[in-house]
């Protein structure tokens, strides 16, 4: 959520950042889909008071350490998909699922249902991969006796969210937790599924149809969809999808690696996207608070099913309810 970020970034020098970013994108977009390590990324820095916001209000039990090393609006895990290369990838930020149903007998939009589909879907799995790494980097908390492991959740040296896994376990967790909560704050402020439209002017492609959703959105059941294969839970998760619902375009890399070109498109910045209170969609009705609740909502949501998802995995000498400790405490070797 960094309207002002990605006009930064798109003002640098463009042909060292095309070619820079081809050469990236594949290699970090295939890693964060599938959930391997890519190398490490250069940090930019961007702001994300939002994303901080939205986090800190999700999220009950963390103590200050822990919760800023998540929610932090330059540092915290839950920015760290505005960074780097990551910035550039339309489904880390649930860009380009756009699709408008045109009039009968006007030209048809430039994108199909289908299309707007996947690219959604690779956005929900970017969070089904982060989901499994973090549940899967956890067992590394907490020793098989159920003991803390102190050298792995010590806080005095700074978390890198490098996407390496080198860290200790608890920055390791704390990343992938945040890259994965990234893309469902965002689903809800680059959509129109939690919003209206403008009342005043024709539906269309300036204007798409709010949808107004008062729920979170029944396709981010990230959990439930780790326990299945790929394609049963695209396939369970596109059933769910409204067929009027529809994200923004951005001129980044869409899920096949081809740079969005948004031509006749629903347009993020200028359209759709509710980033910052200020922009021409926030400012519609109640937009802006509309979609900040149902993402804070949505992450509170995702948080209580990790939690879960640690107690059921990780039963035995009750070592679950410890990891859930070392998550949220300053001072695991001491307070779990
Ligand atoms: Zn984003």
């Not at 970090?28 to 008071?49: D, E, I, K, N, R």
């Not at 209206?196 to 024709?202: C, I, N, Q, S, V």
């Not at 209580?304 to 859930?324: H, I, Q, W």
């Amino acid at each position: 959520m960094s309207d002002t970020a990605r006009m930064a970034l798109t003002t640098r020098t463009p042909s060292f950042r095309c070619r820079y970013l081809a050469w990236a994108a594949g290699a970090v977009l295939a890693s964060a889909l599938l959930g391997l390590a890519p190398m490490a990324p250069p940090a930019y820095a961007f702001t994300g008071g939002n994303h901080e916001r939205i986090t800190r209000e999700a999220l009950d039990g963390f103590e200050p350490v822990s919760l800023d090393l998540l929610a932090n609006a330059k540092s915290g895990a839950i920015v760290a998909d505005d960074q780097g290369p990551y910035f550039d990838l339309g489904p880390m930020h649930c860009d380009n699922a756009d699709f408008l149903q045109s009039p009968p007998g006007a030209a048809p939009y430039p994108r199909t249902r289908e299309q707007a589909t996947d690219e959604l879907l690779a956005c929900v799995g970017s969070s089904v991969a982060r989901f499994k790494r973090a549940l899967s980097l956890a067992d590394g908390l907490v020793d098989p006796d159920g003991r803390v492991r102190a050298n792995q959740v010590d806080l005095f040296a700074p978390c890198d969210f490098d996407d390496s896994d080198r860290g200790t376990a608890k920055c390791n967790v704390l990343e992938h937790l945040g890259r994965g909560w990234h893309p469902i704050e965002d689903f809800y402020s680059h959509s129109n599924y939690a919003d209206e439209h403008d009342p005043t002017r024709p539906v269309g492609v300036t204007n798409p149809v709010g949808l107004h959703r008062t729920a979170v959105a029944p396709f981010f059941d990230i959990r439930r969809y780790s326990t299945l294969g790929t394609n049963a839970w695209r396939a369970q998760a596109a059933r769910l999808i409204p067929r009027d619902l529809t994200t923004g375009c951005y001129k980044d890399f869409q899920s096949d690696y081809t740079l969005a070109d948004c031509t006749g498109r629903v347009m993020h910045d200028e359209t759709l996207a509710k980033d910052a209170a200020g922009s021409s969609r926030s400012l519609i009705g109640d937009n802006f608070n509309k979609a900040r609740t149902l993402a804070t909502r949505d992450i509170a949501r995702q948080w209580d099913l990790f939690r879960a998802a640690l107690l059921e995995r990780y039963a035995a000498k009750n070592r679950g309810s410890v990891m859930v400790c070392a998550i949220t405490h300053d001072h695991p070797d001491r307070d779990c």
